[in-house]
């Protein structure tokens, strides 16, 4: 039984590598029907996306210190946002990348600064009756100066913080002068009740970065990075909101897969008497005198993940819905022919 369940897996295996082939194909460029003429394949396959481009004022990238290979003078993109500064453990700017590092890309450079990890130290970094809050804007402020702006991702903020993240951000702005502030937000289709207020934060800084994608999550249901519908009901949430000049939708790069099993956990002793049994597990060993087992169980697998033509669908909605910025997360991930698919107005 367990060998037919490996050749059945391996026979998935090469199935799904065939398919996920024939799909790079017809999403990479264009081949020749049998009377010889071109056929452009992203076009054949999804028909609702012509003309094969969407434009937009501003393509902003996100590009992690340390991936700087993945970032091309010849891709359209406007912005990009620099990653790798965040928070110490005790609360003071760390990792900050060089700006001189990307001394080829001739577009606008920002500094981001992220915090995704603590909401404690992010409670602690917010609170100005706290010390450590004005200095690390000081040391913000500071880094800031070789770039063209900054970005604030905060993504932990708790919701009694609002009006101190509100004064921080105020506090960022005086400080920066003439540079872009941009703050990354969550995707949202309705108000919610926490520190992420959409309309008073794009009062303050010049760009909003929708983060719209995560719609499912390694803790979810199995399904798509960013629907197409779900976009669709963000953006007309943001657009109001925020304002079509400062918006800016984020749009996802990357896939994620799912398994009908989660193993790796903590097992009592009668969970696992009822797996020897049921797994017909016929030989325990001993190692330094603790019991060991083996066996095989097969894991399906349910993997979403984004291509040219579904990126360019859902810029082509965005395009449709009078958004004018996009930016992506994040470079290094995508299927390099997006790029071919995307334009920026004069």
């Given at each position: ?23 790079s ?25 012509a003309?094969n ?43 900050v ?43 913000i ?35 920066i ?24 934060i ?46 800016v939708?984020?749009?996802p ?21 009822r ?5 017909g ?6 190692e ?8 095989v ?50």
């Amino acid at each position: 039984m367990v060998t037919r369940m490996r050749r059945f897996s391996v026979s998935l295996v090469a199935f799904a590598l065939v398919c996920s082939l024939s799909v790079s194909l017809w999403a990479s460029g264009s081949q020749s029907d049998p009377s010889g003429k071109d056929v452009n394949i992203a076009t054949a396959s999804a028909p609702s996306v012509a003309p094969n481009q969407a434009r937009f004022t501003e393509i902003w990238a996100h590009l992690m210190a340390g991936e700087e290979a993945g970032l091309s003078g010849s891709m359209p993109i406007t912005d990009v946002g620099y990653f790798g500064a965040g928070l110490s453990s005790f609360g003071k700017l760390a990792n900050v990348p060089k700006r001189s590092t990307l001394k080829g890309y001739r577009g606008r450079v920002h500094l981001v600064v992220a915090e995704v990890t603590n909401q404690a130290l992010t409670h602690f970094c917010l609170d100005p009756e706290l010390p450590m809050r004005d200095a690390l804007v000081d040391a913000i402020a500071e880094a800031t100066i070789p770039y063209d702006g900054l970005q604030i991702d905060f993504e932990l903020v708790p919701a009694s913080d609002r009006k101190n993240f509100i004064s921080f951000l105020s506090d960022l702005r005086a400080r920066i002068g003439k540079r872009t502030l941009s703050v990354a937000l969550p995707a949202r289709t309705r108000t919610v009740d926490d520190a992420y207020d959409y309309a008073a934060i794009s009062g303050i800084a010049d760009r909003i970065i929708v983060m719209a994608y995560d719609e499912h999550w390694s803790g979810s249901a199995p399904g798509s990075i960013a629907s197409i519908e779900w976009c669709k009901k963000v953006s007309a949430y943001a657009l109001p909101q925020i304002g079509k000049d400062k918006l800016v939708m984020g749009i996802p790069f990357y896939g994620r897969a799912w398994g009908d099993a989660t193993l790796s956990k903590a097992y009592r002793f009668s969970g696992l008497a009822r797996i020897i049994e049921e797994r017909g597990v016929t030989e325990i060993l001993r190692e330094e005198g603790i019991p060991t087992f083996e066996y095989v169980q097969p894991v399906k697998v349910k993997v979403f993940f984004e291509d040219s033509v579904s990126i360019l669908a859902r810029a082509k909605m965005y395009q449709d819905a009078s958004v004018q910025n996009v930016s992506f997360w994040r470079l290094g991930q995508e299927d390099p022919s997006v790029w071919n698919s995307l334009t920026v107005l004069d």
